[in-house]
């Protein structure tokens, strides 16, 4: 075997530098040299450095021809010691996902480190950070869903990020969104003690405080990333590093809807969860977070088409059941329930169930009825299905729709999530609704009473 040229470390960035500077001079690639025969190759013989991609804290990123698999690859240098990097290369090595940057090699080279791993060509999230360049709110949620099932996956294989931030986040030529960096943070939280290492905005309060961190650490960090994608401006920055720590530790971001006001409240409480000071307090998964976004899409979906929500606002607002609801109270329901079409002559909820969600008519007529008759029918603007979900009680008869329906489906865990006057509201309407049915109701026992002669009209 061929003894492996060594360098210094300061002799090989020298190197890397030198070979930067030719190449922008003469604006083209430098010509490829022809890889050796044998399998032992050197970083230098096997690697051929294009151009520098960026610079972090923990080493510089380099757009690197592999002449062995003849592809190009992203090659982090770093003088970072040897064994943690390693440790961290192995932990995220072993992960693979579509939304993860794949690792194919890590090793030495002197008193240096390398990782060569899955080149990415499009921009990282940083890009995307700022008021001006803002993503469509929907792409942005998408790519933050995407990162929680990377999460997710990492979690349940035992590995934390530990350094969730825009920068780490890349998105390739289709747009899909890819997480690097796993574990890299480790590397450099010796330097975190001197104050060299870079921003402290997107660690959780748990970690500069030095204390177990835990995958609730990187639901803080991601919801960080939301937040800045969602307003152009970090969710904690102090002038300075020790008042950036600070305001992690102790202070609540600017809120949302203060920096822009098309953003649906439901949005505005998933970040608040995942950036709670309390890990407890947090989403306790990824998958958790993931699903509460997945719910404030539909809301974004309808809010380009601005006139078409308050349309949808004006009409909740007439219908009985909201006639006590203000504006925003309705907007605020509205973000966070489905809206459904049901044809004519559909069981929507039957016999025997247990419900989860109740429904309130937008539009159409159902009707209550067993197998062999119908007991009621209800109309636009009232609701059904409230007795199982609150009572949790067995249902008597069947719901069917007499005509096409549009209906709004609220499940009873959204309520819980509401702000307190909204329930205060819907259990006014709902009790408003029932003793509407039961005064209906003892009315038609006693008109059949009066019928049957158990009781005398008067
Ligand atoms: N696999 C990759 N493919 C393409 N570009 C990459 C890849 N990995 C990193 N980069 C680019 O290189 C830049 C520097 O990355 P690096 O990880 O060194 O720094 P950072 O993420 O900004 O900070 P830190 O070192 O603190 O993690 C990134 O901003 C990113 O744009
Ligand atoms: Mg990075």
Redesign the pocket.
């Given at each position: 075997m061929r003894p492996k040229k060594r360098f210094k470390a300061s002799q090989f960035i020298d190197l890397i530098e030198s070979r930067l500077t030719l190449y922008n001079i003469f604006e083209s690639p430098p010509k490829k040299r022809q890889a050796p025969a044998s399998d032992a190759y050197t970083f230098e013989q096997r690697y051929n450095i294009e151009r520098k991609?960026?610079?972090?804290?923990?080493?510089?990123?380099y757009l690197v021809w592999d002449q062995y698999i003849k592809r190009y690859v992203?090659t982090?240098l770093s003088k970072m010691n040897a064994d943690r990097f390693m440790a961290e290369a192995q932990s995220a090595g072993r992960l693979k996902h579509a939304n993860i940057?794949s690792i194919h090699d890590a090793s030495t080279n002197g008193d240096f480190c390398y990782l060569t791993?899955?080149?990415?060509a499009g921009p990282?999230l940083?890009k995307f950070c700022d008021k001006d360049h803002l993503l469509p709110l929907k792409r942005a949620l998408k790519i933050i869903i995407s990162i929680c099932e990377a999460l997710n996956y990492a979690h349940k294989n035992g590995v934390i990020h530990k350094?969730i931030?825009p920068?780490?986040i890349?998105l390739d030529q289709e747009n899909i969104p890819k997480l690097?960096?796993f574990g890299?943070t480790q590397m450099?939280e010796s330097t975190l003690k001197f104050g060299i290492f870079?921003t402290p905005s997107y660690m959780s309060p748990e970690q500069l405080k030095n204390e177990v961190i835990t995958k609730k650490s990187d639901i803080f960090s991601l919801g960080c990333v939301l937040y800045e994608l969602v307003t152009g401006q970090k969710a904690f920055e102090g002038d300075n590093f020790f008042s950036t720590i600070y305001k992690v530790i102790y202070e609540e971001p600017t809120s949302i809807s203060s920096i822009r006001q098309d953003i649906p409240p439901i949005l505005e409480k998933i970040i608040k969860k995942a950036l709670s000071k309390e890990p407890e307090k947090r989403y306790q998964t990824c998958l958790d977070f993931a699903h509460d976004l997945g719910i404030a899409i539909p809301d974004l979906n309808s809010s380009g088409s601005g006139n078409k929500v308050k349309g949808l606002i004006n009409y909740v607002q007439n219908l009985p059941f909201f006639q006590k609801f203000t504006e925003s109270q309705v907007k605020e329901l509205i973000s966070g329930c489905n809206i459904i079409k049901v044809p004519q002559d559909k069981i929507i909820l039957a016999e025997g169930d247990i419900g989860d969600a109740f429904y309130v008519i937008l539009r159409g007529i159902v009707k209550v009825a067993t197998n062999s008759k119908d007991i009621a029918t209800i109309k636009a603007g009232e609701c059904f299905g409230e007795m199982g979900c609150i009572g949790g009680q067995v249902r008597m008869a069947n719901i069917v729709s007499v005509t096409d329906c549009i209906l709004m489906r609220i499940k009873i865990i959204q309520i819980d999530e509401l702000s307190d006057l909204i329930q205060l509201q819907f259990y006014k309407s709902f009790s408003t609704t029932l003793c509407r049915r039961l005064s209906k109701s003892s009315s038609k026992t006693s008109r059949v009473m009066k019928k049957s002669g158990f009781v005398k009209a008067h």
């Amino acid at each position: 075997m061929r003894p492996k040229k060594r360098f210094k470390a300061s002799q090989f960035i020298d190197l890397i530098e030198s070979r930067l500077t030719l190449y922008n001079i003469f604006e083209s690639p430098p010509k490829k040299r022809q890889a050796p025969a044998s399998d032992a190759y050197t970083f230098e013989q096997r690697y051929n450095i294009e151009r520098k991609l960026g610079q972090g804290a923990s080493g510089t990123v380099y757009l690197v021809w592999d002449q062995y698999i003849k592809r190009y690859v992203a090659t982090k240098l770093s003088k970072m010691n040897a064994d943690r990097f390693m440790a961290e290369a192995q932990s995220a090595g072993r992960l693979k996902h579509a939304n993860i940057v794949s690792i194919h090699d890590a090793s030495t080279n002197g008193d240096f480190c390398y990782l060569t791993m899955e080149y990415i060509a499009g921009p990282d999230l940083g890009k995307f950070c700022d008021k001006d360049h803002l993503l469509p709110l929907k792409r942005a949620l998408k790519i933050i869903i995407s990162i929680c099932e990377a999460l997710n996956y990492a979690h349940k294989n035992g590995v934390i990020h530990k350094d969730i931030k825009p920068t780490n986040i890349l998105l390739d030529q289709e747009n899909i969104p890819k997480l690097t960096d796993f574990g890299i943070t480790q590397m450099v939280e010796s330097t975190l003690k001197f104050g060299i290492f870079g921003t402290p905005s997107y660690m959780s309060p748990e970690q500069l405080k030095n204390e177990v961190i835990t995958k609730k650490s990187d639901i803080f960090s991601l919801g960080c990333v939301l937040y800045e994608l969602v307003t152009g401006q970090k969710a904690f920055e102090g002038d300075n590093f020790f008042s950036t720590i600070y305001k992690v530790i102790y202070e609540e971001p600017t809120s949302i809807s203060s920096i822009r006001q098309d953003i649906p409240p439901i949005l505005e409480k998933i970040i608040k969860k995942a950036l709670s000071k309390e890990p407890e307090k947090r989403y306790q998964t990824c998958l958790d977070f993931a699903h509460d976004l997945g719910i404030a899409i539909p809301d974004l979906n309808s809010s380009g088409s601005g006139n078409k929500v308050k349309g949808l606002i004006n009409y909740v607002q007439n219908l009985p059941f909201f006639q006590k609801f203000t504006e925003s109270q309705v907007k605020e329901l509205i973000s966070g329930c489905n809206i459904i079409k049901v044809p004519q002559d559909k069981i929507i909820l039957a016999e025997g169930d247990i419900g989860d969600a109740f429904y309130v008519i937008l539009r159409g007529i159902v009707k209550v009825a067993t197998n062999s008759k119908d007991i009621a029918t209800i109309k636009a603007g009232e609701c059904f299905g409230e007795m199982g979900c609150i009572g949790g009680q067995v249902r008597m008869a069947n719901i069917v729709s007499v005509t096409d329906c549009i209906l709004m489906r609220i499940k009873i865990i959204q309520i819980d999530e509401l702000s307190d006057l909204i329930q205060l509201q819907f259990y006014k309407s709902f009790s408003t609704t029932l003793c509407r049915r039961l005064s209906k109701s003892s009315s038609k026992t006693s008109r059949v009473m009066k019928k049957s002669g158990f009781v005398k009209a008067h």
